[in-house]
């Protein structure tokens, strides 16, 4: 057993590498679309999540959720459900 406390909180990062809420701590991608619930994905984009957007997680809660994402020069804490309707586009160089 892991001792990470995520560990089997994402499964789906096997299927969906590319999402937002499979990123580790220190990770770093471009936004490249925003996609869930119609509200939902309105409201991320509303706060900054546009595609084009470079993001990094910046440190994940204790049991995994939420997770605190660096954008635009602010820290936003979202949801790793929500999290993973967020595809990006992975930064070279970056975990």
Request: hydrophobic share 40%; charged share 20%; aromatic share 2%.
């Amino acid at each position: 057993m892991s001792t990470e406390p995520t560990a089997g909180l994402h499964a789906h990062c096997a299927e969906k590498p590319g999402c937002l809420g499979c990123l580790p701590p220190g990770g770093a991608g471009v936004v490249l679309r925003v996609s869930g619930e119609r509200h939902v994905a309105r409201r991320l984009m509303e706060m900054g999540l546009l595609p084009g957007t470079p993001v990094s997680v910046a440190r994940i809660a204790p049991l995994g959720d939420p997770l605190e994402l660096r954008l635009r020069g602010y820290a936003l804490s979202i949801r790793r459900q929500e999290a993973a309707g967020i595809e990006i586009e992975l930064v070279p160089g970056r975990p």
